[in-house]
C-alpha cells in the first residue's frame, strides 16, 4: 500500500544513519596535492554514519486567505500592503506574500493578478486535476456512509480525461491510489464500512463518549462527572446508591479517553499522508473530507495545526462535506442512540452535552477549510451537489507568512485575525490560529522530520549554492541508469569556525517517483566539512560533487533533490527523466 511506502520512507529519513559514503564520495575537482604535514581532504571534506546535529530555524507561521466580493467570487487583485495580520491581537510584519491563480480549465486567459508588479503569482491550470475523496470510516455511521457513497459513485461518473482520483479513509483500510480508472474507483467507494476504533455503542452502560469523557479528565467538569455517575447508578444498580458508581464512572471516562486519542492518532496519520500523497503532484491539489465531524481532544489539538499547516505548505485546498446532513435531530442533539451519547435519568443534561459535542464535531471540519482556503458543505442533504461544489478551488487565494517573535515552544494556541485596510463589501476567510510548538527532545530529529517532509513536498526553495544534473543511459532493452549530480559551490557556503577550520554539514537526498508520484527510492548521503581557510580559498574553486545513482527501467521518473545544511538553510528541487 502506497501509504506503508511513504511511512516507511519517512521512517528511515527520521531516524536512520546516512549511507556510508564510500558509495556516492564527493568529488572535488582541480585540488592541488596537500602540502606535508597538512591535513588531508579526505579530512577535511568527509562522511560519516552518525546523525548529523542540526540547529532549528525560526518558524514560519503560513496564512493562506482567501477574499470574496458581495456575490461570493474571489478576488486576485489584492497586494501585501492590503492585509493587517494580528497574532494575539498584536500586528504582525507579513515576511512572505505570494498570490496563487488557479485558473478555470476554459478560460486560458492571464490571470488579474498577474498584473501586479513585485507581486509572486503561481498559476495552477484545473486541467491538472489531482483529487482526493477521505472518508471519515471511523466516526461515520452507516447510513452515513451510504450517503457518502452515492455522492461518491455519481461523481466518479463526471470525471474528465486528465483527472486522477483517489479514494483514501481515516482507518486506512480500502484505499485506492490516485487512478482515472473508473471501476477502480467505484469497487474502491463499495467497499466503504464503518470502522470505530473508540466510544460507546447504543445500550453501553454507562453511555459516554469522547467528548463527555474528555471534559471529566482533561477539564475536570464535575457536572459531566455527575452526570454520567448517575447513568451508573441507573444502568448497574438499578437507581440504588452505590458508592462504587463514581470510580466506575471515572474509569469509564479514563477509559474512553483513551481509546479516543488512540482513534484521533489513526485520524491524523491518514489526515497526514493523504496530504502528502496528494502534494507530490504538480498542478491544482484538492483534498474533500467526507465526515459527521469529529471531536479533537485536548491533548490532540496541536496535532490538527499540524496537519494545516502542512496543507498550506503544499498549497493542498482542503474542503469539508459534512454527512450529518439537515436532519433535525443531527443538528439538535436528540438522536443519542444512534451516535452513542446515552439517555437514561440524567437525560436533560446529556442532552446539553449532546448538542455541545455536535457543535465540537463540527469545529475540525471549519478549521480545515478556513485554513486551506476550502468550503464547508453543512446543513443540507444534498451531498451529491455538495460534493460537486467542493471540487471546485477558488479561483484565487493568498499566501502570507510571518515569523513570530519570541515565540514559546509551550504548546499554547495563538489566535489569528487577517484584516484588509479597505475591505468595504469584502470577506475574509482564514484560519482562526495555531498552536506553538511543543519542547522538542532533540532539534535533531526535528531537523530529520522537515527534510522527510521536503522529499514527499512538491515546492522548489533555492537558498544553498547548488545546481542540479540529471543523466541517464540505457543499458539494455529492459534496463536503465540514472545518475544524480549534486553540484556544490562549497565557498559560497556559510561556515562557522572552530579551531581555524570553516565547519558545516550538508545532508543531501536524491528521490525518485515514477509518472503517478509513487515513491521508489531514495539515496542519502551527509558531506561534513571542516575546511582550512587555505584549502576554502585556494583548492576547491570546482566545488564537490555528491552523486546517486538508480537502476530503474525505462520510463517517465520523478527525480526530487533535498539539500539542508546544518544553520537550517535548504534546497529542493525536482526534475522530469524520460526514458524512451
Do not use: W
Request: net charge negative.
Amino acid at each position: 500500500m502506497i501509504f506503508a511506502k511513504l511511512r516507511s520512507a519517512l521512517f528511515l529519513f527520521a531516524i536512520a544513519s546516512v549511507p556510508a559514503f564510500a558509495q556516492s564520495a564527493p568529488e572535488t575537482a582541480n585540488q592541488a596535492p596537500p602540502a606535508a604535514g597538512a591535513a588531508t581532504d579526505l579530512e577535511e571534506i568527509s562522511t560519516q554514519e552518525q546523525a548529523p546535529s542540526f540547529q532549528i530555524k525560526v518558524s514560519l507561521v503560513e496564512v493562506r486567505v482567501v477574499v470574496r466580493d458581495a456575490q461570493g467570487k474571489a478576488v486576485g487583485n489584492l497586494k501585501q500592503d492590503d492585509f493587517i495580520l494580528l497574532d494575539d491581537k498584536k500586528p504582525q510584519a507579513i515576511s512572505r506574500f505570494s498570490v496563487e491563480h488557479n485558473e478555470p480549465a476554459a478560460a486560458g486567459q492571464p490571470a488579474t493578478a498577474a498584473t501586479l508588479p513585485g507581486v509572486e503569482i503561481r498559476s495552477q491550470p484545473t486541467e491538472s486535476l489531482r483529487l482526493a475523496y477521505l472518508f471519515d470510516d471511523l466516526n461515520s455511521t452507516p447510513n452515513d456512509l451510504t450517503n457518502a457513497r452515492k455522492a461518491a459513485e455519481q461523481a466518479i461518473e463526471s470525471l474528465t480525461p486528465g483527472e486522477l482520483l483517489g479514494i483514501f479513509t481515516l482507518s486506512g483500510q480500502g484505499t485506492q491510489d490516485f487512478t482515472a480508472d473508473k471501476e477502480r474507483l467505484r469497487a474502491a467507494v463499495r467497499r466503504l464500512q464503518p470502522r470505530p476504533q473508540a466510544g460507546s455503542g447504543p445500550g453501553a452502560c454507562p453511555p459516554i463518549n469522547y467528548y463527555i469523557a474528555d471534559q471529566i479528565v482533561n477539564y475536570q467538569d464535575s457536572r459531566a462527572l455527575d452526570m454520567v455517575t448517575a447513568e451508573v447508578l441507573a444502568c448497574q444498580f438499578e437507581g440504588h446508591a452505590n458508592t462504587a458508581a463514581r470510580g466506575i464512572a471515572r474509569q469509564a471516562a479514563d477509559r474512553t479517553v483513551s481509546l479516543g486519542e488512540a482513534q484521533e492518532n489513526l485520524a491524523f496519520q491518514s489526515l497526514n499522508d493523504t496530504v502528502r500523497r496528494i502534494s507530490s503532484f504538480a498542478g491544482q491539489r484538492t483534498m474533500v473530507f467526507l465526515s459527521p465531524g469529529f471531536y479533537v481532544g485536548r491533548p490532540q489539538q496541536a496535532a490538527l495545526t499540524e496537519v494545516l499547516n502542512r496543507a498550506i505548505h503544499a498549497g493542498v485546498v482542503v474542503s469539508t462535506l459534512d454527512l450529518r446532513g439537515a436532519a433535525p435531530s443531527a443538528l439538535l442533539g436528540t438522536d443519542v442512540s444512534e451516535r452513542g451519547s446515552g439517555t437514561a435519568i440524567a437525560s436533560a443534561d446529556m442532552l446539553q452535552y449532546k448538542q455541545s459535542s455536535n457543535l465540537a464535531q463540527s469545529d475540525p471540519l471549519m478549521q480545515m477549510t478556513n485554513a486551506t482556503g476550502g468550503k464547508y458543505f453543512h446543513n443540507s442533504n444534498d451531498f451529491s451537489g455538495g460534493l460537486t461544489k467542493l471540487t471546485e478551488p477558488p479561483e484565487f487565494s493568498y499566501l502570507l507568512g510571518f515569523k513570530p517573535q519570541n515565540l514559546n515552544n509551550d504548546g499554547k494556541f495563538h489566535t489569528l485575525k487577517v484584516e484588509l485596510k479597505q475591505g468595504s463589501g469584502l470577506t475574509v476567510q482564514a484560519r482562526k490560529g495555531y498552536y506553538a510548538p511543543k519542547p522538542k527532545a532533540s532539534g535533531e530529529e526535528e531537523a530529520k522530520q522537515e527534510i522527510a517532509e521536503a522529499v514527499f513536498a512538491q515546492n522548489e526553495i533555492h537558498e544553498l549554492p547548488l545546481r542540479v544534473q540529471t543523466q541517464f543511459f540505457r543499458s539494455g532493452d529492459d534496463a536503465a541508469h540514472i545518475s544524480v549530480l549534486v553540484h556544490v559551490d562549497v565557498r559560497q557556503m556559510q561556515f562557522h569556525k572552530s579551531d581555524g577550520r570553516n565547519l558545516n554539514q550538508l545532508t543531501v537526498i536524491a528521490a525518485l517517483f515514477d509518472r503517478n508520484a509513487n515513491f521508489i527510492s531514495a539515496k542519502s548521503n551527509t558531506v561534513k566539512m571542516h575546511i582550512k581557510d587555505n584549502t576554502l580559498s585556494t583548492k576547491l574553486d570546482s566545488g564537490i560533487t555528491v552523486k546517486s545513482n538508480f537502476d530503474i527501467n525505462p520510463g517517465s521518473y520523478l527525480v526530487r533533490v533535498v539539500a539542508r545544511d546544518e544553520q537550517g538553510k535548504m534546497t529542493t528541487q525536482n526534475d522530469v527523466v524520460e526514458i524512451p
